[in-house]
């Protein structure tokens, strides 16, 4: 059976996050499995609005054909928003409209990697970019994160043995550990990629979740020439819409709208013309500002009971922003052995394991805080403190 | 330069479509060079009520993430208009939702083709097919078409030396050719498949527009098992939702929803639902209607213009259906010369030679009659004949 599929298919990791989420369809069952915005956030009457603008302002040519780069409205709104938010220079012209960030991180695999080509990835990462990447067959090159980024050490040797051909990174409140990349940590990458042919890939769809510390450069500032930038709309207005964005220089932005039109044409516009309309009727900032601070006290809240209800020894991350924390088992314990055990607790989260390429039994997990409000955060987390001290027994 | 990237990224041939659109910009230019369906026809009005009425119905559901199989309503409705118009069992659940049928192609590539293996494609074919499984670097393996299907003794030269892992058409009013397998065409290609491990890409985007003749038997009905569906809602009701699907035997479903996944988490539902309410509340068959009425009438009006206004020794397809049809001119004469003489004119066309694989110089060339009216298509043929009268003197 095997033989008829190509092998690059056989290589990609089934999503067990997506096996997880059928338990969650208990409703008894508490979760901090989930990787979603929360959906009473979303602007519901604000794009109902801007729906109806666009249907009146465009007429027909929302329903025809497009171009393949993307509306050129958002693509200067993005730009204009990197400027002001960053003090970053970045062309319209540089920008590549996606289905959502998940697409740029396809387009970037099928137009950079070829097969065996080594790929810097984070351990624990992202595993959409796993999957995403493993299409194309790449020799993964694991970094460890800890709090304040890559462990450097990790990343020198490997640049001593070779040049990848791509790092991926979420500098910004990572998923699934949380972390965020310390201002040095961000240099030190720069500095040893430095005389790299590596392009640095930025995925920074949380990036603008931020509820405490302050803002650290961005590797599209470090090295403009070698980041592929990533960034969506999904966290900060919609995520059904599927509309992220690439920033890439412009040798590399021309294959990857070669890629784009390969891959599907365009991206859907009528969903870009809602989301443009929006941005320019609302104030994103103070929508960003309901967000952050929902999320803010959730993450505090979930900190504070694993303080109260979670044996010693356990260890954890302290998320700046984002949506996602990292807590790792005392001693060799298998988070998946807890799964199973807080599954009849009737709370469930993403075990380590998925997110490691090396297929390691890991002692770590992630939880979710911002689809859970903080009562419900409470519940879950003594649940899951009963549930741990089973373990083991 | 060359280095940075893939190598499968090189192999993609550049939309020459997309460099001829740009000439078309010019607005006292008449275009026969478009491949869009007209936008005069879409239901502009209904879709606007179908969206108010998915916001109603849906609330916040509708802008969270989703499923990467698609919304299953939507899917139900494709299965049974396949039984209802073409007596074909299909489940629902053999159904992916993907970004138009560009997208299906892509994940059907990335799903089966190994590099170096074999894709038979029709010569002329589809420019977004040769462009998606370029990218996964296979032999393409040419067979012509001529006006009653592919070449039956080149398929059966290729099939005695190899089994060839895919077989892409587009058995009904082919694009760029306009002409349909006959019957017997289509029995025949099963028989030389049918003990081969080649799966048989089922292109179907303009099956629905049909103006004449009687519909043929799908592949699908043919040899179900080695069958792989395309369809979309893009020319019956509109493109620029980008919502198309794939139909396929249930082990291959699996790797392609794996691939769906890695590619882009999922196809924008808010916009399947709203297609969804669209096709519930109106008669898609009455609307279909009102299209082949104009589409049928205006690709009369071409013929009648061609018998008209070309000089003696030009051959033409027939097309009972589609959007396009196949002009070839006699002797050596390019397609590109016309085409350069045709621009002088203000009359443009696409020339035959992006729709070979080979690199040929061709003397044939398409003409799009979905975009224009009666009167236009009247005044850019006799333009095209001025054009041709000046070739070659």
């Avoid at 069952?29 to 109902?48: H, Q, T």
């Avoid at 919609?238 to 990857?256: Q, Y």
Wanted: glycine share 8%.
């Amino acid at each position: 059976m095997n033989t008829i599929f190509s092998d690059r298919i056989a290589d990609v990791p089934r999503s067990f996050i997506r096996e997880i989420l059928k338990v969650s369809l208990d409703r008894s069952v508490i979760s901090f499995a989930g990787g979603l915005p929360n959906r009473d956030l979303f602007p519901a009457e604000e794009i109902k609005r801007a729906t109806a603008k666009v249907f009146e302002a465009y007429g027909n040519d929302i329903f025809q054909y497009s171009n393949s780069e993307g509306d050129l409205k958002l693509r200067q709104y993005i730009a204009g928003r990197y400027k002001e938010k960053k003090n970053l220079d970045v062309s319209p012209e540089n920008i590549l409209i996606t289905n959502g960030a998940q697409q740029g991180l396809d387009l970037i695999g099928k137009t950079l990697l070829n097969e065996g080509e080594g790929v810097i990835i984070e351990e624990p990462g992202y595993l959409g970019a796993i999957q995403a990447f493993s299409i194309y067959r790449p020799r993964f090159l694991p970094v460890e994160v800890a709090e304040d980024g890559v462990d450097i050490a990790g990343l020198k040797r490997i640049a001593a043995l070779e040049s990848p051909k791509l790092m991926y990174t979420v500098p910004n409140f990572q998923n699934p550990s949380g972390i965020t990349y310390s201002e040095g940590n961000r240099r030190e990458i720069a500095d040893i990629l430095a005389g790299k042919n590596t392009f640095l890939i930025e995925d920074d769809p949380y990036g603008e979740l931020r509820f405490s510390g302050t803002r650290r450069t961005s590797f599209a500032a470090l090295m403009p020439e070698r980041t592929l930038l990533l960034g969506s709309f999904s966290k900060i207005v919609v995520p059904g819409f599927r509309v992220g964005w690439i920033v890439a220089p412009s040798h590399i932005f021309n294959k990857l709208l070669v890629a784009k039109q390969a891959s599907d044409l365009h991206t859907c516009h009528f969903t870009q013309y809602i989301i443009h309309q929006y941005l320019m009727d609302n104030n994103i900032d103070v929508h960003i500002g309901r967000i952050v601070a929902a999320y803010g006290g959730q993450c505090l809240k979930m900190l504070d009971c694993i303080e109260k209800y979670f044996p010693a020894g356990i260890e954890h991350t302290r998320p700046e922003g984002g949506m996602f924390l990292w807590v790792k088992l005392p001693g060799k314990q298998a988070s998946l052995d807890l799964f199973n055990l807080a599954v009849k607790e009737k709370v469930i989260f993403v075990p380590g394991d998925p997110f490691y390429t090396t297929g390691i039994q890991s002692p770590a997990f992630r939880l979710n805080f911002s689809c859970v409000d903080q009562n419900t955060i409470e519940t879950g987390i003594q649940r899951l403190g009963k549930a741990m001290e089973q373990l083991g027994k």
